[in-house]
């Protein structure tokens, strides 16, 4: 097993029904799968926030837990990869629950990235949705390895820069200062991943030519809004 990755979340839960799908739904698949890795965790909100906690510190084994209520999701992560002591790190919001239950798959999946020095590995839409590991219709971008589909940025199908994915924390870390010191549409507040991710909505293939990105071949995690019911946005 490769460890050489964190987890990282930046989140909030004011709905009832969210708390819920996370005690029930998720939080305890997730902490079982990744029991050998760190999650370092930011809950921006005071809104629940015992309860979170509690629900966290119950479930996950190496865990660092913040509080810090700055309304903008690029600095809060930022400030949190400083703390950061892997080179790859895995965001995702706390909506999204574990689909494959397959460690071995993981294992492989997180030996290529770091083999073929994946910069972003996108982690959502892989086997619902888009598809991008598994229809054949984006074949013709990818070099196809044993767990993940290369590709370089000039032809990932990816339509930003996700939110839910594998980065290296440095490309991350670079990408994220460029980020935070540049003007923001008001689309969605900075306080969402949605900002963070609209910045770079489709000009991925434009921004990052020539890095070296990839897709799983299989998803890992998905979705899981039962309730239809949104944050912040």
């Avoid at 400030?79 to 790190?89: A, G, H, I, W």
């Amino acid at each position: 097993m490769n460890r050489n990755l964190t987890i990282l979340q930046n989140f909030v839960i004011s709905k009832n029904k969210r708390l819920e799908v996370l005690e029930k739904d998720i939080l305890h698949d997730i902490s079982k799968f990744f029991k050998n890795y760190e999650f370092i965790i930011n809950y921006n909100t005071n809104k629940n926030l015992d309860k979170v906690y509690k629900l966290y510190n119950e479930n996950v084994k190496n865990l660092t837990f913040y509080n810090d209520l700055t309304m903008d999701w690029g600095l809060t992560v930022q400030s949190m990869l400083q703390e950061v002591k892997t080179d790859y790190v895995f965001i995702f919001p706390e909506d999204f629950k574990l689909c494959n239950f397959d460690e071995s798959y993981f294992d492989g999946l997180m030996h290529e990235i770091i083999k073929y020095k994946s910069k972003f590995t996108l982690m959502h839409r892989i086997e619902d949705v888009k598809n991008y590991g598994i229809d054949t219709k984006y074949f013709n971008l990818y070099d196809t390895k044993k767990y993940i589909h290369l590709t370089k940025g000039k032809n990932c199908p990816a339509g930003c820069m996700s939110s839910v994915a594998i980065y290296e924390k440095d490309f991350l870390n670079n990408y994220l200062t460029v980020y935070n010191t540049s003007l923001k549409v008001d689309r969605f507040p900075l306080s969402t991943p949605n900002c963070f991710e609209w910045y770079s909505a489709n000009q991925v293939n434009t921004m990052f030519p020539d890095e070296q990105f990839a897709i799983p071949k299989r998803a890992v995690i998905q979705h899981h809004e039962p309730y239809d019911i949104k944050e912040r946005v």
